[in-house]
């Protein structure tokens, strides 16, 4: 090893150094536990130095409180080191290292000494910190010191790149709404619900006191407005103005990033005649400040910034009388086009602001799952919307079904609570009518209603819902329900699936059917009082239910933990039937373990146990055939159809 007096470079030191040290797993460094604590941090440090000293072909030194205090004003570094760094150029510069009380679970950081400043370096902060690791990175906390080297090594590689420059304008297109959120003066979020791709177009904006949200037009914002906060009382509706988005075929470097409105009306010149144009229009349109969004593809996919002019602000004039900027000198609606653009995009300063999506496909995977907008023309009707069917309907929803229907005729009592997805505030209201009224005002984008009606009244006065369905679920625990639905899906020939699931008593397993266009029917699979012919498991005479201290009034006894299986189950069958469009009827069955089964006093049928074709089973996902047979049902239908 060279000796610690020579000036080597320091990444030529280091190559040898395992870079293994640190992960990316979906974990962020915590704050220490119990198991380090201040010894444990004094401990790591000492580590830390020591291997230091082994492996630097240079000498170091600890910075002092004072300086790390008044060089990184606005982090909590606890202690530091300077090192020195001989660079290609020839130049030698400076790294400190520096570790927060969280060390040695909390990784060190590094920073470049007299740094060019914030947006001249990509992954450089304004303070010099360097940016190295994922958010969510782990460490190894028990060999802090390697994980120190490992790091040194990286910001050496990286300071080494930058100075050749080939990364600095990729990495900045690449990243970009990581550097606009440096560059950022806005303390406000735009909101977009607008599709993140192009072209440049004109937009809708609604503003409150502290709250601005963009979409693709005044439809879009009205519905989306009176799902998320109510519909405005009377004949008023929410106010909207015109807004545009710039659709830019790179993304901005920082150099580019418009500081005034004329840098702004550059910018969309220099994109296209439409983008430009684009600015021109809405500058006639306004009557105040405009908001601009620009959108472009980064290496993570699209994004989008936002731009607000100022030049159409109200000021005070010496009279102490109001003025407006932009029509001063002329007649309301009469600003000639030429002059409403060199006035709105004058030297007047823009302000940058952040962009919280809001959008479909980013609430529902985040722009990166192909499946969303699919979902979203999807339309599912949910009937019976208890215990099973609420949380069903929540998992569908979650998942983007852009249009659900919730038809229960049944309130909200107290027994319900503890496996709903609706709480005390819904006691004694219709589920289907309370489910909808949250779900709608969660998810703003989807449409939700809710219809307080039987199955039956369905049937009989709600045919067009169930036609426009693409999936109907149904959870009643009802046969003369199930059997009612399942006669109109024959009659109407089974153009859609019907997706009926239900629960075995204790939880211990739970069952989801879908029929499809062909295969069997759900009577062909249930006995005339609705016992389905397959069952999973078997109980003692009278005890698969439980009485309750009244004339003739059963349940059966399972808790939220065991109906989360059965729930999943459902929802994964349901998911699949409107992706995958199958068009054929089978059986799915979700088994608890055997444990539990036994515990609760029950056995495996015979019937299970040759599915499964062993004994030991349990815990697991079985698929059979929903087999078709001569059924009461199937002979209605075909009566009927022939009538007919």
């Given at each position: 090893m060279p000796h610690r007096s020579q000036r080597l470079p320091l990444l030529s030191a280091l190559k040898a150094v395992p870079a293994h040290r640190c992960s990316h797993r979906e974990e962020a460094a915590m704050p220490n536990p119990a198991g380090f604590g201040e010894l444990g941090f004094e401990k790591a440090v000492l580590q830390l130095e020591a291997r230091l000293r082994e492996a630097l072909p240079a000498p170091f030194r600890r910075l002092s409180s004072h300086e790390i205090g008044a060089t990184y004003r606005q982090r909590r570094f606890e202690r530091g080191w300077r090192i020195d760094m001989l660079c290609s150029d020839g130049e030698t510069r400076q790294i400190d290292l520096l570790v927060s009380p969280a060390f040695p679970l909390g990784y060190p950081r590094t920073a470049l000494v007299d740094g060019p400043g914030q947006l001249v370096w990509p992954h450089v902060e304004h303070d010099g910190i360097?940016?190295?690791?994922?958010?969510?990175?782990?460490?190894?906390?028990?060999?802090?010191?390697?994980?120190?080297?490992?790091?040194?090594?990286?910001?050496?590689?990286?300071?080494?790149?930058?100075?050749?420059?080939?990364?600095?304008?990729?990495?900045?297109?690449?990243?970009?709404?990581?550097?606009?959120?440096?560059?950022?003066?806005?303390?406000?979020?735009?909101?977009?619900?607008?599709?993140?791709?192009?072209?440049?177009?004109?937009?809708?904006?609604?503003?409150?006191?502290?709250?601005?949200?963009?979409?693709?037009?005044?439809?879009?914002?009205?519905?989306?407005?009176?799902?998320?906060?109510?519909?405005?009382?009377?004949?008023?509706?929410?106010?909207?103005?015109?807004?545009?988005?710039?659709?830019?075929?790179?993304p901005p470097l920082p150099a580019d990033y418009p500081h005034n409105g004329a840098d702004l009306l550059a910018l969309a010149k220099k994109e296209s005649d439409e983008a430009y144009c684009l600015l021109v229009d809405l500058a006639s349109k306004a009557q105040k400040d405009i908001i601009v969004l620009m959108g472009a593809e980064g290496r993570g996919g699209s994004g989008l910034l936002a731009t607000m002019t100022t030049s159409g602000r109200k000021v005070s004039s010496r009279d102490g009388k109001i003025q407006e900027p932009l029509s001063k000198g002329f007649a309301p609606n009469r600003l000639p086009k030429e002059v409403a653009t060199l006035r709105t995009y004058s030297a007047a300063p823009v302000v940058k602001a952040e962009v919280s999506r809001a959008d479909p496909s980013?609430?529902?995977?985040?722009?990166?799952?192909?499946?969303?907008?699919?979902?979203?023309?999807?339309?599912?009707?949910?009937?019976?919307?208890?215990?099973?069917?609420?949380?069903?309907?929540?998992?569908?929803?979650?998942?983007?079904?852009?249009?659900?229907?919730?038809?229960?005729?049944?309130?909200?009592?107290?027994?319900?609570?503890?496996?709903?997805?609706?709480?005390?505030?819904?006691?004694?209201?219709?589920?289907?009518?309370?489910?909808?009224?949250?779900?709608?005002?969660?998810?703003?984008?989807?449409?939700?209603?809710?219809?307080?009606?039987?199955?039956?009244?369905?049937?009989?006065?709600?045919?067009?819902?169930?036609?426009?369905?693409?999936?109907?679920?149904?959870?009643?625990?009802?046969?003369?329900?199930?059997?009612?639905?399942?006669?109109?899906?024959?009659?109407?020939?089974?153009?859609?699936?019907?997706?009926?699931?239900?629960?075995?008593?204790?939880?211990?397993?739970?069952?989801?059917?879908?029929?499809?266009?062909?295969?069997?029917?759900?009577?062909?699979?249930?006995?005339?009082?609705?016992?389905?012919?397959?069952?999973?498991?078997?109980?003692?005479?009278?005890?698969?239910?439980?009485?309750?201290?009244?004339?003739?009034?059963?349940?059966?006894?399972?808790?939220?933990?065991?109906?989360?299986?059965?729930?999943?189950?459902?929802?994964?069958?349901?998911?699949?039937?409107?992706?995958?469009?199958?068009?054929?009827?089978?059986?799915?069955?979700?088994?608890?373990?055997?444990?539990?089964?036994?515990?609760?006093?029950?056995?495996?049928?015979?019937?299970?146990?040759?599915?499964a074709e062993r004994e030991n089973l349990g815990g697991q996902i079985w698929e059979r055939d929903w087999c078709q047979s001569d059924c009461p049902s199937c002979s209605f239908a075909r009566e009927y159809r022939s009538v007919a």
């Open positions: 360097l940016c190295l690791l994922p958010i969510m990175a782990e460490v190894d906390a028990e060999d802090p010191g390697s994980v120190a080297i490992h790091l040194i090594g990286r910001s050496a590689r990286l300071i080494e790149d930058l100075l050749k420059g080939e990364i600095i304008e990729r990495d900045f297109r690449e990243e970009f709404l990581t550097y606009w959120f440096y560059a950022r003066d806005a303390k406000f979020k735009i909101t977009s619900l607008v599709d993140p791709g192009g072209p440049s177009r004109e937009l809708r904006a609604w503003r409150d006191k502290d709250m601005v949200i963009v979409g693709e037009s005044q439809e879009q914002l009205e519905s989306w407005l009176s799902r998320r906060f109510g519909k405005p009382r009377g004949n008023k509706r929410f106010h909207t103005e015109p807004a545009g988005l710039l659709w830019l075929s790179s980013w609430i529902h995977g985040r722009g990166k799952d192909a499946r969303s907008m699919r979902l979203l023309q999807k339309t599912v009707t949910f009937v019976g919307c208890g215990s099973v069917g609420s949380s069903v309907a929540a998992k569908l929803v979650r998942a983007g079904v852009g249009n659900c229907h919730f038809v229960d005729p049944e309130d909200l009592d107290w027994p319900n609570l503890g496996r709903h997805e609706l709480g005390a505030d819904s006691i004694g209201k219709n589920k289907a009518l309370e489910l909808a009224a949250k779900f709608q005002q969660a998810f703003p984008h989807l449409a939700i209603e809710g219809h307080e009606v039987s199955a039956q009244a369905l049937i009989d006065g709600y045919r067009d819902l169930l036609e426009s369905s693409d999936l109907v679920i149904s959870a009643t625990g009802s046969w003369s329900a199930e059997g009612a639905l399942n006669r109109w899906h024959l009659v109407n020939g089974r153009k859609m699936p019907f997706l009926y699931g239900w629960t075995e008593s204790y939880g211990a397993a739970g069952h989801a059917v879908l029929i499809g266009a062909y295969g069997g029917c759900l009577r062909c699979g249930i006995g005339g009082t609705g016992v389905p012919h397959f069952q999973a498991c078997h109980w003692p005479e009278g005890s698969a239910t439980i009485e309750e201290p009244a004339c003739g009034n059963h349940f059966t006894p399972y808790g939220a933990v065991e109906l989360g299986f059965v729930n999943d189950l459902i929802s994964e069958t349901a998911l699949r039937a409107l992706l995958e469009e199958s068009t054929l009827s089978h059986h799915r069955i979700w088994l608890a373990p055997i444990q539990r089964i036994k515990d609760s006093g029950g056995a495996i049928t015979e019937a299970m146990t040759q599915l």
